[in-house]
C-alpha cells in the first residue's frame, strides 16, 4: 500500500482515494440489480514468472504489444481487466471502479451462481501459485479488503475466495504459495 498505517476509502463512483488508476476499457456496467458480495483474488504476471515491468497495465487498459515478448503474441487480443492490482511493493493501482464489472473471471461459478463479474470485485496480486507472495501485498490487500467490507454490506469474510475456486480445473490462482491465514490475520487488524 502506498502509505501504511493509512484507512483506505471508496468513493461515491467505486474508486479508492488517493491510489494509482490506469482505466481500462475493458469493463461494462454490473447487471440492474445485482450487488456486489464477493472478492476474488487473483495472481498474475507478465510474462510469467517476471515482476515489476508494468505490463499488468498495458494487458488491462488493452494497449499490450504483441511483438514485445513471444507470450504477448497469444494474450495481447484479449479483453480482461480486474478492478484493481496489488503489486510486489504493495502499489495499488486500480483499473475499473469497483461499482462496475470488471472482466476479471471468466467461465466460473460460486455460490450456486454463474458469471462470477456480475456480483464480484477481482483484485490481482503480482505473482505466481509457486512464489511466495510479499508482505506488503498482504497489507495492501487487507486493507482494500477493509474498505471493501464496510462500503459493500452483503460482501463478508466468506465471499472471499481465490480464482481457483470459481473456476476449478481451468484454474489455480492465487495458487498454494498464497497465505491465506496471513491475510485473514492483517485483515482482523485492518477491521479494528
Keep these: 500500500m502506498d502509505k501504511p498505517g493509512t484507512r483506505l476509502r471508496i468513493d461515491q463512483h467505486g474508486w ?3 491510489v494509482r488508476r490506469v482505466a481500462s476499457p475493458n469493463h461494462d456496467a454490473r447487471p440492474a440489480g445485482i450487488a456486489v458480495d464477493t472478492l476474488v483474488v487473483h495472481g498474475i504476471t507478465l510474462p510469467p514468472g517476471r515482476f515489476g515491468h508494468g505490463q499488468v497495465d498495458a494487458l488491462f487498459s488493452h494497449t499490450l504489444n504483441p511483438a514485445a515478448h513471444p507470450f504477448y503474441a497469444g494474450i495481447a487480443h484479449l479483453q480482461v481487466s480486474a478492478h484493481l492490482l496489488v503489486e510486489r511493493t504493495g502499489r495499488l493501482t486500480q483499473y475499473v471502479g469497483f461499482d462496475d464489472r470488471a472482466w476479471h473471471a471468466g467461465l466460473s461459478r460460486f455460490d450456486g451462481r454463474e458469471r462470477v463479474n456480475d456480483f464480484s470485485v477481482g483484485i490481482e496480486l503480482e505473482g505466481t501459485d ?22 459493500y454490506p452483503g460482501m463478508n469474510r466468506s465471499r472471499i475466495v ?27 487488524r485492518a477491521c479494528i
Aim: neutral net charge; charged residues 15%; hydrophobic residues 45%.
Design 16 to 18: 479508492l482515494c488517493g
Design 162 to 188: 481465490g480464482h481457483g475456486d470459481i473456476a476449478p480445473g481451468r484454474k489455480t490462482d492465487p495458487g498454494p504459495a498464497f497465505d491465506w491465514a496471513a491475510f485473514n490475520r492483517l485483515l482482523d
Design 130 to 151: 509457486a512464489c511466495p507472495y510479499a508482505p506488503a501485498q498482504y497489507r495492501g490487500l487487507a486493507a482494500v479488503t477493509a474498505a471493501l467490507l464496510l462500503h
